[in-house]
């Protein structure tokens, strides 16, 4: 699952800025399994939530400035049906390219 794999490599890279040693940007994207552009993003993206994220050419490494923290939460439980009959929103669009004649069923 895509949350799951965004998540330990968000941890990852944390724990390697942290201890500066993540490399350059494309020894740390490699490391990552990224591209350098993702891996640009995703700093980009922390640094919009105060990550203090430098970098030093002469460690070769991404740095915190000061102490940082990152912490992920991600509660999952299941809906009972009372929340479910709650919940509200949005259409479903199926392409009929994706829907065989026979064999197509949806429910919710």
């Known amino acids: 699952m895509k949350l799951f794999e965004t998540i330990n490599r968000l941890q990852i890279l944390h724990k390697l800025i942290e201890e500066e040693c993540t490399g350059t940007p494309e020894e ?15 700093l980009d993206e922390l640094k919009l939530r105060d990550a203090p994220i430098l970098y030093s050419r002469k460690k070769c490494s991404f740095y915190y400035k000061y102490p940082y923290q990152v912490e992920i939460v991600c509660r999952l439980q299941p809906i009972s049906n009372r929340q479910l009959a709650r919940v509200s929103g949005g259409s479903i669009f199926v392409p009929s390219s994706f829907i065989r004649r026979s064999s197509f069923t949806f429910a919710l």
Do not use: V
């Open 28 to 42: 740390l994207a490699n490391r990552l399994n990224i591209k350098k552009a993702q891996l640009y993003n995703i």
